[in-house]
């Protein structure tokens, strides 16, 4: 059975870092994409970042651009995501999730439980 499980999230004020991983087990990362979503109260899911499974593959949404960073460690059968500079938007229980490409499109087909992340001024 497949599971993923985030960990890394927290309170940090604003323009401080973050780092979340998402540990996967029953799934060998490096051949699935993998992606970051968030979630803020009252909002619907957003996508913020993923990695294809071929190396150096990688997409952001364009409010994170410049400030996240999604990198694999597939030794540990780890994803993170390096959160620097952080303003109170990004508030949110944040959600990783993998899945296989189809034509270069991911179908996430299993999410982990997510992991709170509050930024503070």
Not at 5 to 17: C, F, H, K
Not at 29 to 37: L, P
Not at 66 to 82: K, P
Request: proline share 3%; net charge neutral.
């Amino acid at each position: 059975q497949v599971q993923l499980t985030e960990t890394g999230g927290g309170l940090v004020q604003a323009g401080g870092s973050l780092r979340l991983s998402c540990a996967a087990s029953g799934r060998t990362f490096e051949d699935y994409a993998v992606g970051w979503f968030r979630q803020a109260p009252g909002k619907e899911r957003e996508f913020v970042a993923a990695a294809g499974s071929r190396p150096h593959i990688t997409h952001y949404a364009d409010s994170v651009k410049g400030r996240f960073t999604i990198s694999r460690d597939n030794a540990e059968n780890t994803v993170y995501l390096q959160m620097n500079n952080l303003k109170l938007e990004d508030t949110a229980v944040y959600y990783c999730a993998s899945g296989p490409l189809t034509m270069g499109v991911p179908s996430y087909d299993y999410w982990g439980q997510g992991t709170q992340v509050t930024v503070s001024s």
